[in-house]
């Protein structure tokens, strides 16, 4: 009897929901190929272990060539992360790299169910599986900063909601520590800390205008400013001093000059690694992504139907007829909700669309895509969104499986899209492509100087090799988009001389593709380097011309 009644309890359900959770991430992440961006961060923390001490720069990435003297490619955010997956690597390696997603899984989903759960558990539990769920794309990637981020900047709602909730002052000072640790591992905590601060700010104003509190209570804002700017003071003066920037490096974050203390804020927004224009135009010419103009309500909708779209790019200008309306619906039922906070009283409420709204915001005017760097302003629009609907379905008066029917629903259209092709191909490499950079990491380690330099794009070859390696960067991209699309050996030989190159890596798969790190055209290099005699063919690890290594012969 004891065993059928703790079953049908609520914590049973919480367990269980959190078993599915981790197991449903582990079970992916581990049969996934660490790829993409999260190489980077592997490949830092392989080498803070490695060498002794935390990595300062992109290893084995070179931004600029100058004289014989070498400048690698600077980190563009605080060290707070790398500090983390180095300590994590030295513990389990790459494994527990992987499986840090279905730990950062785990606890989005426990914290967006303590954040839900005076709502009632038949939102609380399906809202919090909804919101792994839509920001699953970002998670299967791993190591990433924005699991991190998000996990820290939930923790900080959650405290400042028991403060509402309490008015207890310990909680105000906790969620003070983790917004100041997001500020830690990007810049995006920042936001979010000006954010806080700025609501909190306008509430104790109220509650002391209104005399509900006295004039001393507001000692407790500041303590929690003080609190919130001390913890990630040391990380960002580093970071200035490493990238003379706390915003991205290299080159220069533009703000709208019409913002306030512009001119106070602008400079400090400016890297010390100079970016050259032609180099800078050569990217933004080859890039052909996140480049189309949003309005506002284009970002807006994008944010309204993210947990509908998933991973799909919320960011695009065009959808169908029926998505449009979708996003009406949407919208109307976020306005009802608003007036319903307004007449309640609900400060809570209101918190959180006030953060959801900053999160808009900042993703219009920075530019930022909303999928790859605002998982927590997606979370935030689910939170809300379920909050709004239960609303309208309990004045329908429609039962709680409607819920977990809404999120199974959703799960089954949209992940089907998602799962089925990450059983054979990782990212922007498949298990033969991962397969080949080993092989040829192994040769090169063998068989060639540590001082050589390679023309080669891709992580991989980075992470295996262990070898410098110039591509596209704001300082030499325009110089290395004529080596691989000039026609004329000549120029190309004298390009390729003048970063220095040694070698050059092949890769077929790269054909057509759009992007900074994957990019290889068809003609150019591709097409003349195998009858070259200006390059030697040292190593193809399938002997089918896929992957190759050539050596650069200037005489």
Not at 115 to 137: C, M, N, Q, Y
Not at 340 to 363: N, Q
């Amino acid at each position: 009897m004891k065993i059928v009644k703790w079953i049908k309890s609520e914590k049973f359900l919480v367990i269980i929901g959190g078993l599915l959770v981790f197991s449903f991430y582990a079970l992916i992440t581990l049969n996934l190929n660490i790829h993409g961006d999260s190489k980077f961060h592997t490949q830092f923390a392989k080498e803070s272990v490695e060498s002794g001490f935390l990595v300062k720069n992109q290893p084995y990435r070179i931004y600029s060539i100058s004289n014989g003297q070498i400048s690698f490619e600077p980190i563009s955010y605080p060290l707070g992360s790398e500090a983390l997956f180095g300590s994590l690597y030295a513990i389990g390696g790459e494994t527990l790299l992987q499986l840090l997603s279905a730990i950062m899984a785990l606890g989005v989903y426990l914290l967006v169910y303590v954040l839900l759960r005076e709502f009632g558990k038949k939102v609380a539990l399906p809202t919090a599986i909804l919101s792994v769920l839509v920001v699953g794309e970002r998670l299967f990637m791993t190591p990433l900063l924005e699991p991190l981020l998000l996990i820290l900047l939930l923790g900080a709602v959650v405290c400042v909601k028991n403060f509402l909730r309490q008015n207890d002052k310990k909680q105000l000072y906790l969620a003070a520590l983790f917004v100041g640790a997001a500020t830690c591992i990007k810049q995006q905590g920042l936001v979010a800390l000006f954010a806080i601060a700025g609501f909190l700010t306008c509430f104790f104003v109220w509650k002391i205008a209104h005399k509900e509190w006295g004039l001393r209570k507001i000692s407790a804002l500041f303590i929690f400013i003080l609190i919130a700017f001390t913890v990630p003071a040391p990380s960002i003066a580093e970071q200035i001093h490493r990238t003379g920037t706390f915003a991205f490096a290299p080159g220069r974050t533009e703000l709208p000059s019409s913002m306030p203390f512009y001119n106070l804020v602008q400079p400090l927004l400016t890297s010390k690694f100079a970016v050259k224009p032609e180099a800078k135009a050569a990217i933004k010419e080859q890039v052909k992504y996140n480049q189309k103009k949003q309005s506002f309500t284009d970002k807006v909708r994008g944010f309204l139907l993210a947990p509908i779209l998933f991973y799909r790019s919320t960011d695009s200008g065009f959808l169908s007829s029926s998505y449009t309306m979708l996003f009406y619906g949407t919208l109307t039922l976020l306005l009802l909700f608003v007036i319903a906070l307004i007449r309640r009283g609900d400060v809570f409420g209101g918190f959180l669309v006030y953060l959801m709204i900053t999160e808009m915001l900042v993703s219009f005017t920075l530019k930022t895509p909303i999928t790859q760097y605002h998982t927590f302003g997606v979370i935030l629009v689910v939170m809300v969104l379920a909050l709004a609907l239960k609303n309208l379905l309990a004045l329908a008066k429609v039962p709680g499986i409607a819920y977990l029917l809404l999120a199974f629903g959703l799960f089954t259209f949209n992940y089907a899209d998602l799962l089925v092709p990450l059983w054979s191909s990782s990212g922007r490499e498949d298990g033969h492509s991962l397969t080949a950079y080993q092989r040829i990491g192994a040769y090169v380690q063998e068989s060639t100087p540590k001082s050589s330099i390679f023309l080669a794009p891709e992580t991989s070859f980075r992470y295996y090799a262990k070898r410098d390696t110039i591509w596209l960067t704001e300082d030499n991209a325009d110089v290395v988009m004529r080596i691989i699309t000039n026609p004329n050996p000549d120029n190309e030989l004298k390009d390729l001389r003048s970063l220095s190159v040694t070698h050059v890596v092949i890769n077929a798969s790269q054909l057509n593709r759009y992007g900074v790190n994957d990019y290889l055209p068809p003609d150019g290099l591709y097409a003349g380097i195998k009858n070259s005699p200006h390059f030697k063919k040292l190593y193809d690890p399938y002997g089918d011309g896929h992957f190759v290594i050539y050596e650069v012969r200037y005489e």
